[in-house]
């Protein structure tokens, strides 16, 4: 009886030791979890640093990984594409060029030249003005732009912040004759990028006839007024790349949408 209460006794101990073995590890990874959320707010670079040598992918910690492509501009900083090129769910990429009638991205020639060096399919765009007349904006943006350094179809950047004061009727005859001059140039209409709710209100439906590019940092898809449809969702402004120090753009096509729809 004795012997087997001692027993009893250190079975009763393990389990304890185990379980406490058990809590142990969950307050460690639940601290650690919550302190590389913290670290990724206040510097996103370190934290991709600490999360490659963990070893954990960037799909792993965005979910589920089903971005395709991604859009970068000055604002992304010194990118190494070789590290770029390695992220496989990115089929593709499109590189600020020019902006206005006189504006030329200053990273844009050292951008689209490490993309291409890595092998990566890429193009180039557009931000668009109402403040310069459409002639201007396409010669500015023919004078920078190689025909022989694209892989993908030119795309033009329409936002409310470079199109204040137009009216709709103003901002879409400008945009119409700019997008005239780019496929009279470059053989194809360009991809037409705009933010959700501006895209709504100033272009559609007219525009819907073209590969649209939206922008909607949401969980809902975007719906394009007059039963249009887009081709590429930018869901995210927050992602993150191995390689791009600063958050960047996530996109993905739409079904039915393939890298083959946007090569030049």
């Known amino acids: 009886m004795a012997t087997k209460k001692r027993v009893q006794r250190k079975r009763s101990t ?12 969950l307050s460690w990874v639940v601290s650690l979890v919550f302190f590389l959320v913290l670290w990724s707010k206040l510097s996103p670079s370190t934290f ?25 501009s000055k604002h992304q900083g010194k990118i190494d594409w070789e590290a770029v ?12 060029a020019t902006e206005g009638a006189t504006m030329l991205d200053k990273r844009y020639e050292r951008n689209i030249r490490g993309a291409r060096d890595a092998g990566m399919k890429v193009g180039s765009y557009h931000f668009f003005t109402s403040r310069r007349t459409a002639e201007q904006q396409f010669e500015n943006f023919r004078k920078h732009v190689r025909k022989d350094w694209q892989d993908l179809i030119p795309m033009v950047d329409v936002e409310e912040s470079g199109c ?28 037409l990028y705009s933010q959700y709710r501006f895209y709504n209100e100033k272009l559609a439906p007219e525009f819907n006839k073209y590969f ?5 940092y949401s969980k809902s898809e975007p719906t394009l007024r007059g039963n249009g449809k887009y081709n590429i969702w930018q869901y995210s402004e927050r992602g993150h790349v191995e390689g791009i120090k600063e958050n960047v753009d996530l996109d993905r096509f739409a079904n039915g949408t393939t890298l083959s729809d946007i090569l030049y």
């Open 164 to 191: 204040r004061g137009a009216s709709r009727q103003e901002l879409q005859k400008s945009l119409l004759e700019f997008m005239q001059l780019m496929k009279k140039e470059y053989g194809k209409y360009p991809l």
């Open 212 to 216: 649209i590019f939206i922008a909607r």
């Open 85 to 96: 090129s390695h992220d496989g769910n990115i089929q593709f990429v499109y590189i600020k």
């Open 14 to 25: 393990h389990r304890r030791k185990k379980a406490f073995k058990w809590k142990k590890l």
């Open 48 to 72: 991709h640093a600490a999360m490659s040598w963990l070893g954990i992918t960037q799909s792993a910690v965005k979910g589920d990984g089903s971005y395709d492509g991604i859009d970068v």
